[in-house]
């Protein structure tokens, strides 16, 4: 069975290197058979998001209420009704009892012999001889070992004794809990861009929907089901040779793994369709029926790793979502903080870069070059400045020179010349204006007008310093004399 799955641990080298084969339903499988009541609530929590179901309808399908099914009310009795009773009552070992793992391994001999002969045209919908199927029911149902294989007994012989199987049960193998959740399954569609539901089947809904639904059927039923579709499912894909497709199979089994027991095609009325459309789907996607998803397994595997479990998929959604909406102030957080390391450290090499950098233009010797550099110091902001960590000592003044020379530069050229000095560097200091520049400058009132006096000035008291000193020359030689 695929509920059962075991795990050995080998030391062997020599098996080291094959692959490890993992049920992913592993923990769902185990979720299942040690707590049943946890299994079904977080699987019937799925199945209600995606179908209606009323209060009764969702009753019947927990269990809680006996199933109220199509023709369950009405008086009359009619003869199909009656004969299919009176045919129940007769129970066997095998055919007509409750569904049994016995019954299952009896049954899976004719499912395997029909795997081999699915070339026969006509396959499940033309009867076999009625007196070999009598033999072959009877060995069943004794126990006794058959053998298939011998040419005893035809194909038809025993596909027909497999639908007879199915059609004696008590109950449906769809059971009659599940009926109301399959005609649900069967409404769902598509919707268009404005929200209006429309003809389109939903299919991807319905896969997910019929998973969550086998997850809850019971364990013979899902077994038995689950080799039925495998067989039908290969059926049809030889329908070029059996003339038997997904369809024509849904027809002839809809009525005895899906219909209600004591019901006629009148009771059903409208729901025919659903129901035989509802199994060909069935048989078309069976190799995705019976895989749990996603979601399911990952609650289970957390149920078991510590973790509570989450009771739909939309709760695990939005715990995702909530968990990465928490995660992200986190996150956020954490990067701020090695934002802020980072800049402080930054900073800090910054500091020290700069503070080594003044110590070297601070020894450096003095020059116009190193002022400069000073003055670009002092333009940063004081986070950044190490001039306040590093003492620094005013840079001396230079003696002003005494000579006879200087003298007459400073009389003379003194006050112009460093005017235009001044105006020609690149970050002038404000200049310091004398008692006659002040008067000067009311006088002419600009800029221009200045330069232009102190020119004149200037020339005027170069030629009477030159005449004073012809003066004097003139008055040495005639002295001499």
């Known amino acids: 069975s695929d509920a059962i799955c075991n795990f050995v641990i080998c030391n062997d080298s020599s098996f080291r290197s094959q692959p490890i084969i993992f049920n992913p339903d592993f923990f769902v499988e185990k979720l299942r058979h040690e707590k049943p009541e946890v299994f079904t609530e977080l ?43 009176l045919k129940r009552k007769e129970k066997g070992v095998v055919f007509g009892s409750p569904l049994t793992e016995e019954g299952i391994a009896q049954v899976s001999q004719l499912i395997e012999y ?54 004696e049960l008590p109950e449906p193998l769809l059971t009659h809990k599940h009926f109301h959740a399959h005609l649900k399954i069967a409404d769902l569609t598509l919707f268009d861009e404005k929200g209006n539901k429309t003809s389109t089947p939903d299919k991807e809904r319905q896969i997910e929907a019929l998973q969550l639904l086998f997850l809850i059927l019971p364990a013979p039923n899902r077994s038995l089901l689950k080799l039925l ?38 009771d059903l009325q409208e729901n025919i369709t659903k129901l035989n459309n509802g199994v060909t789907f069935m048989i078309k996607h069976s190799q995705k029926l019976f895989k749990a998803p996603v979601y399911i397994r990952e609650c289970a595997r957390l149920h078991y790793l510590g973790s509570r479990a989450h009771t739909s998929k939309d709760d695990l959604d939005l715990l995702t979502s909530s968990g990465s909406k928490e995660l992200q102030p986190l996150k956020s957080q954490k990067r701020s903080r090695l934002d802020s390391c980072h800049q402080e450290e930054t900073q800090q090499r910054t500091e020290e870069a700069l503070k080594e950098l003044f110590r070297h233009v601070h020894n450096m010797p003095d020059s116009a070059k190193k002022k400069k550099l000073i003055r670009q110091f002092n333009k940063h902001p004081t986070a950044l400045t190490p001039g306040s960590d590093v003492p620094t000592s005013p840079a001396p003044r230079r003696a002003r020179s005494r000579s006879f020379s200087g003298l007459i530069k400073r009389k003379v050229l003194g006050t112009p010349v460093i005017l235009e000095r001044k105006s020609r560097d690149t970050t002038p200091e404000p200049a310091r204006v004398s008692k006659e520049n002040v008067q000067l400058l009311q006088k002419c009132g600009s800029p221009a007008h200045v330069s232009q006096a102190k020119l004149k000035t200037l020339e005027g008291r170069k030629e009477e310093s030159c005449r004073r000193m012809r003066a004097l020359l003139l008055s040495k030689d005639s002295s001499s004399l």
């Open 43 to 85: 699987v019937v929590s799925n199945i209600t998001r995606l179908i209606d179901l009323p209060g009764a309808e969702l009753a019947q399908l927990m269990g809680e209420e006996h199933p109220k099914l199509p023709g369950a009310n009405s008086t009359a009795s009619g003869f199909f009704r009656s004969l299919m009773s």
């Open 229 to 266: 579709l495998d067989l039908l499912y290969q059926t049809a894909k030889k329908q070029d040779k059996n003339k038997m497709s997904a369809h024509n199979l849904a027809l002839m089994f809809a009525p005895h793994i899906l219909w209600p027991r004591n019901v006629t095609a009148n």
């Open 114 to 167: 029909l795997h081999k002969n699915l070339r026969a045209e006509g396959l499940f919908r033309v009867p076999g001889n009625s007196i070999r199927q009598q033999i072959l029911k009877d060995a069943l149902n004794s126990g006794t070992d058959i053998d298939l294989d011998s040419g005893e007994f035809h194909s038809n012989d025993v596909a027909t004794l497999l639908k007879m199987f199915l059609g």
